[in-house]
């Protein structure tokens, strides 16, 4: 096999392997977010929403489910490449990896893709409960892959950097609590940006998870506040800086090998 | 080079910020030894197994694994490898089978060679009712022999071997000896590191000492063992703090 050719066995392994980690713990890795999602959907949306009046004429549990799902997809893709980079880390599982000929970029995609496809199990598992609730429906269904598959992606991502910068599992969950959440809640998960005083609104325009909430919720109720070209940008912008940045810590062996 | 070695280190240094681990390392092993490669703990034993088999990067010099350099062509050369660490640098939760399941398939072997080839490993070093057994749950004599299973399963030309038989019991250990001195016969290079200077006595038929990164001593068994001395005293001798390192063959 030459260096330049894919190990497609390899990196097809790798995922499998990355699969049935996640699996092997079902109430941590799908179980959890999906609860935590149905008491969302079920307090803010179906509770709540009842005393709260229509957002861009829609019913606000239908304007809180993508949101929701996003946030959700979000966590679990985090979650996935994050612990999973750690863990072999900490337990030395990653120079099982290293010592084999997969590459640097095998070994990305490999834990990439499996962040993606965790990510996408507990979308999808979101949006059974939302068709539960009667609120889920599609006004643009490929938007709503393009924005599942895309922000899984950069979340898993982001969790590799998270896997490979992280020293203590304290630190694996700080970017979720000073990140992750403050940022989805202020990205307008479970009101419209509208409502927030001037300042925060020009906050939440350059808060990057505003344009992954309001892009799902385009794919799924038609209704958006931001602007769908610079939200897509923005995507493709961080996914193409996040991947450069493991890739060139990978390569440099950053916190993998010795 | 000679097309007939096994391993050849040239020049190899690594550093650890200021700590120099491994100094001017060379040497070359031929193809079909069973080489001892001693040393202290910290004497630089791991980091050059580190940096034949890719954990760990290197600041000079080369290697090369039956003449493929391990930088510039790492896929075929990690190929021709197999590495029986000692640590347990394993999956703990995941089971005897699917640690050589996987470890089969990272190395791009196809589920059809992989089944029958893991299947061979678990009867070979007895694993068979303890397949589908969590690692964490094994004793530590089974733990070796997972570890050596997976150092096997893509059938690697040079076999490095760390340690091998730490905290294996007597009987265990006369067994592994059995089956390295078989893998040895049938043609396999294997490289082995041990505290024990016995078992290196017994199994090997050249020997490396390496003190604080560099090599002071390189040659046959009967070279360390003249005059009716045990390698454990040349060792001794040679390992000593006191020591000049100048290398000695």
């Given at each position: 096999m030459k260096s330049t050719s894919i190990n497609w066995i390899g990196l097809q392994t790798f995922v499998a392997r990355e699969m049935q980690r996640c699996f092997r713990v079902p109430v941590q890795t799908i179980i959890t977010p999906l609860l935590s999602a149905l008491f969302y959907i079920f307090i803010f949306g179906q509770v709540l929403g009842k005393t709260v009046q229509n957002i861009g004429g829609i019913p606000y549990i239908n304007f809180v489910l993508p949101g929701v799902l996003m946030m959700s997809v979000i966590g679990a893709a985090f979650a996935q490449t994050s612990s999973s980079l750690y863990f072999h880390r900490f337990t030395r599982a990653i120079e099982e990896i290293l010592?084999?000929?997969?590459s640097h970029f095998e070994m990305i995609i490999g834990y990439t893709l499996g962040g993606i496809m965790r990510g996408v199990v507990v979308g999808a598992g979101v949006l059974v409960i939302g068709v539960l609730f009667g609120a889920a429906g599609f006004a643009h269904l490929w938007w709503f892959f393009f924005y599942t598959v895309t922000i899984s992606t950069l979340f898993a991502l982001l969790g590799v950097l998270a896997g490979l910068w992280a020293k203590s599992f304290e630190q694996i969950a700080a970017p979720n609590a000073f990140i992750l959440m403050p940022l989805s809640f202020l990205g307008g998960v479970f009101n419209s940006i509208a409502m927030y005083p001037p300042a925060l609104q020009v906050f939440a325009r350059i808060n990057p998870f505003f344009y992954f909430v309001d892009g799902t919720r385009y794919s799924m109720t038609g209704v958006r506040e931001g602007n769908t070209v610079l939200g897509v940008f923005i995507i493709f912008a961080i996914i193409a800086l996040l991947a450069a940045l493991v890739g060139y810590l990978f390569h440099k062996g950053w916190r993998l090998r010795a | 080079m000679s097309p007939m070695n096994a391993l050849e280190i040239s020049h190899l240094t690594k550093r650890y910020g200021l700590n120099i681990a491994v100094d001017d390392l060379s040497l070359s092993i031929k193809k079909g030894e069973f080489f001892g490669f001693l040393g202290k703990n910290g004497a630089g034993k791991s980091t050059t197994i580190n940096a034949i088999t890719g954990i760990a990067r290197f600041d000079e010099g080369a290697i090369n694994v039956f003449g493929v350099d391990v930088v510039k062509d790492y896929r075929n050369a990690r190929k021709l490898v197999g590495l029986a660490p000692q640590e347990f640098n394993i999956d703990i939760f995941a089971s005897p089978r699917k640690i050589l399941h996987f470890m089969g398939g990272f190395y791009g072997m196809s589920r059809t060679i992989r089944e029958p080839r893991i299947n061979e490993l678990l009867k070979r070093f007895d694993l068979e009712s303890h397949a589908e057994k969590e690692f964490g749950m094994l004793s530590g004599g089974l733990k070796r022999r997972v570890l050596l299973a997976r150092a096997m399963v893509h059938d690697p030309e040079l076999l490095i071997l760390d340690e091998p038989t730490a905290g294996v019991d007597v009987e265990l250990r006369h067994e592994l000896w059995g089956y390295l001195q078989e893998l040895n016969e049938a043609g396999k290079t294997i490289i082995l590191t041990s505290h024990y200077l016995e078992e290196v006595e017994l199994l090997c038929s050249r020997i490396a000492i390496i003190n604080k990164g560099k090599l002071v001593a390189i040659g046959d068994k009967s070279e360390f063992t003249s005059g009716g001395k045990r390698l454990e005293h040349r060792y001794l001798e040679l390992t000593r703090d006191d020591v000049d390192n100048k290398t000695t063959k």
């Open positions: 010592v084999t000929p997969l | -």
